[in-house]
């Protein structure tokens, strides 16, 4: 069970030995095997880590152009410097098939981070991307004690040279002091870098601060206008209810959270919500030994990219030209545009009014230059229904005004790099550098790790009772109290 998933809960092994013997051991005891059951299928953590060198070593090896940057430094053994070790301080990796794929994927980068719960502590940071469909693209990796300005400085420092050689990138991430000043460097600088904040971190920082969740959605509306009229209605709303929202929300730039104030660097995108997919990913490997995580990720990793591939090439035999993702927003907006009626202004320009009925409500469509002022023809680089509209008044094509992200010519591409199996052990070349050991005093304590950041809401428990019914008692089964203050267990 622990092989096919690593991650199982302690109580659920406890009742899956209940089932399948008829015997319960204690949860110390069934924690313990556990433990033992790890180190036996993935090998000891201290073992690992001398074998780390050698492992990356040999994916390089058999997957050239991968990045691989390790730290170490001296370790001191029992007061003395033994020079034929190293101690462990932090690693960047990027595969190779993921730096060529990302040339195709739009130019958004989601960073993140989340814990390890082995039996050393650390953080895995992340960086994905987005292909033409909408799906997740792993596209770098950072093993580091903790989430700190300096480790965020590095993972950044590192995905910026060595990752994402392209300009007019958007970076999207929480407010991490540490992410932001490594945006403040010259080379994350525009037009090369734009940075973005993700919304669900701002609304949850705003209802930490104000615990108004009315308000809290008055800005997540605002935040989602298009257009800089909507928004501005928007906040004036909220101006008359909460002035102090109003002046909270305004100290933050609005280019960074706002979608009528982006310029289309996010594509749309307003979250960092799909990395939790890659988190979700890591979910089954946090607990295992260094090596048989990044193991893990490497296969998870090959296996995602064959899938796609696989997909996206079975698509295009069938004769599709769009993801389905882009499929699906043109078919929406092919909808609306039947209840739009066109007005021609330049028929050399190509710019046209466009009025919806029932509403009234008018927009100007400016083909040549891929605009119009409901804003989401320019963010997401697809005809909006008001385009649709002006191009099928005079018969054009409007196919050719989709950007080629979002083609599976173009998306296959994401994925043309095929990973390469590494083979066995005694055939992978010997690295350079000395062995590397943990660093001891990283060896976790008991509990859930503790972040550097900030905790807001997101970090709460959601909880559906009351607080005067968090202890919840297994004997009597009534709430207020635990087990071990029963009266019924003392009677």
């Known amino acids: 069970m622990i092989e096919q998933q690593p991650d199982m809960k302690v109580a659920t092994l406890q009742a899956e030995i209940r089932d399948k013997i008829g015997y319960e051991p204690s949860y110390k005891k069934t924690w313990m095997g556990k433990q033992f059951t790890i180190e036996k299928i993935f090998g000891r953590w201290e073992e690992s880590y001398g074998r780390l060198r050698k492992f990356m070593h040999a994916i390089v090896n058999y997957n050239p152009d991968t990045v691989v940057a390790i730290e170490d430094d001296p370790h001191w053994i029992e007061g003395r410097l033994d020079g034929n070790v190293r101690v ?21 980068i989601f960073v993140d981070g989340t814990f390890l719960y082995g039996k050393y502590s650390g953080c895995i940071l992340c960086a994905t991307g987005l292909d033409g469909n909408n799906m997740i693209f792993p596209l770098a990796f950072t093993l580091v004690e903790k989430e700190d ?9 590192c995905l910026r040279l060595n990752v994402t050689d392209r300009e007019e990138l958007c970076v999207i991430s929480d407010r991490h002091i540490g992410i932001k000043r490594a945006m403040q460097k010259d080379w994350w600088q525009p037009p090369s870098a734009n940075h973005r904040y993700c919304i669900r971190h701002i609304l949850s920082n705003y209802n930490t601060k104000f615990n108004n969740t009315d308000m809290k959605e008055a800005l997540r509306t605002a935040a989602n206008q298009n257009q800089k009229r909507k928004f501005y209605d928007a906040m004036n709303k909220i101006r008359e209810v909460s002035p102090k929202t109003f002046e909270w929300a305004l100290k933050i730039p609005l280019e960074t959270w706002t979608r009528s104030h982006d310029g289309g660097k996010r594509y749309g995108s307003m979250t960092t919500n799909t990395i939790e997919s890659i988190n979700g990913m890591l979910k089954g490997f946090r607990a295992l030994p260094v090596i048989a995580m990044i193991e893990k990720i490497f296969y998870q990793c090959a296996n995602y990219f064959d899938i796609r591939r696989m997909t996206y090439l079975d698509q295009m035999q069938m004769g599709h030209t769009f993801t389905h993702a882009c499929a699906e927003v043109i078919r929406n907006n092919e909808m609306k545009a039947a209840r739009h009626r066109v007005t021609r202004f330049s028929n050399e320009t190509l ?42 008044s005079k018969s054009i094509d409007y196919d050719q005004y989709v950007n080629t992200y979002y083609t599976l010519e173009h998306t296959l591409k994401c994925y043309g790099s095929m990973f390469n199996p590494l083979g066995h052990s005694d055939y992978w070349p010997e690295p350079d550098g000395k062995p590397l050991i943990p660093d001891m005093q990283r060896i976790r304590k008991k509990g859930r790790p503790r972040s550097s950041r900030i905790q807001n809401e997101m ?28 009266i019924v267990r003392r009677c």
């Open 351 to 392: 710019v046209f009014e466009v009025r919806t009925t029932g509403t009234g409500n008018k927009q100007v469509v400016k083909l040549i230059e891929g605009t119009c002022t409901c804003g989401k023809f320019q963010e997401m680089r697809i005809p909006c229904s008001h385009a649709i509209a002006a191009c099928l």
């Open 149 to 157: 300005s300096d480790n965020w400085g590095w993972f950044m420092n």
């Open 88 to 108: 462990f301080d932090r690693m960047f990796w990027a595969f190779q098939q993921s730096i060529e794929g990302f040339k195709f994927c739009r130019p958004v």
């Open 459 to 486: 970090d709460w428990r959601a909880s559906k009772v009351s607080s005067t019914s968090k202890n919840h008692c297994t004997i009597c089964e009534k709430s207020g109290h635990n087990k071990q203050t029963c």
